[in-house]
C-alpha cells in the first residue's frame, strides 16, 4: 500500500474516532444512531411478508427465495452448473458458512420419502 493510501485511510479512520468521541457524550443521541445504523447494515434480504404473509420464506436481494428453519440456517433451492440442489446451510452475518449440505433432486425426493420414517423414529425417542 502507498504512503498516499495509508494516510487517506488514516484520515478516514480519525473522523470516525471523533465521531464516536461525540457519540459518547451525548448517551441518548448514541443510541438512537447505533439503532438506525443496526437497520442499514442488515443482511442482503428483503421480507416478503406482504405477498407471502409467511414470515419464514424471505428473498435475497438478488432474487434468490429461501426459508428461514431457524435464526442461522436456512433452506434453499439454487442451481449450480445447470443442476438444481436444494441448499441446506448455516448463515453467519447474512453469509453463508461451510456448514450445510446441497442435495440433488434425487437425493431430496428420497430424502423426502423418509420423513414418515424420521418421524416415527422421534417419536420413539
Do not use: C, H
Request: aromatic letters at 6%; proline letters at 2%.
Amino acid at each position: 500500500m502507498s504512503k498516499r493510501k495509508l494516510s487517506q485511510k488514516y484520515i478516514a479512520d480519525s473522523d470516525v474516532d471523533e465521531e464516536e468521541q461525540q457519540l459518547a457524550d451525548d448517551p441518548e443521541e448514541s443510541s438512537l444512531k447505533k439503532k438506525k445504523s443496526s437497520k442499514s447494515t442488515g443482511s442482503k434480504t428483503k421480507k416478503r411478508a406482504i405477498d407471502n404473509e409467511d414470515d419464514d420464506q424471505d428473498e435475497t436481494a438478488d432474487g434468490q427465495a429461501f426459508f428461514k428453519l431457524s435464526e442461522r440456517k436456512r433452506a434453499s433451492v439454487r442451481k449450480w452448473k445447470d443442476i438444481a440442489m436444494v441448499d441446506i446451510r448455516e448463515f453467519y452475518d447474512g453469509k453463508p458458512t461451510r456448514k450445510g449440505i446441497s442435495l440433488t433432486m434425487d437425493q431430496w425426493k428420497k430424502l423426502k420419502s423418509f420423513i414418515d420414517d424420521i418421524d416415527n423414529e422421534l417419536k420413539k425417542l
